[in-house]
């Protein structure tokens, strides 16, 4: 059973930083990854994906230059470095995997389709 631990939610003010971070039980050494967000009353929209065994990122349109997404494959954990935070990120953050999988997307369609979910993790913008 594959667990996704996320944590490192919170409120902030507009402008401030959050760094999300999500735990795997097992290596993700060769996965597809990503962050998607999910406001209430809005889809579930993907955020950044990135392959774990190589160079690929993937960011939606909305944050580039202000979202960082990395692996630390000996820590098994996924994180995404939030900056210049604006009160339309606030949403819960799912992190999400697809193991032994890469991944490739285009313009602003990340859909949700991975394996593997966390339990998601509150982020608050005012």
């Known amino acids: 059973h594959v667990q996704l631990v996320e944590s490192g939610g919170g409120s902030v003010q507009a402008g401030g930083s959050l760094r999300l971070s999500c735990v795997t039980s097992?290596?993700?050494?060769?996965?597809?990854m990503g962050w998607l967000r999910q406001a209430p009353g809005n889809q579930r929209e993907g955020v950044a994906a990135m392959y774990t065994g190589g160079a690929y990122r993937y960011y939606t349109s909305s944050v580039k230059g202000r979202f960082t997404i990395s692996h630390d494959n000996a820590e098994k954990t996924l994180y995404l470095e939030m900056n210049s935070l604006k009160p339309e990120d606030s949403a819960m953050y799912y992190c999400a995997a697809d193991a032994d999988k890469s991944c490739r997307y285009y313009g602003d369609y990340m859909p949700a389709e991975f394996k593997f979910w966390g339990q998601g993790t509150q982020v608050t913008v005012s």
């Open positions: 097992i290596n993700m050494s060769r996965a597809c």
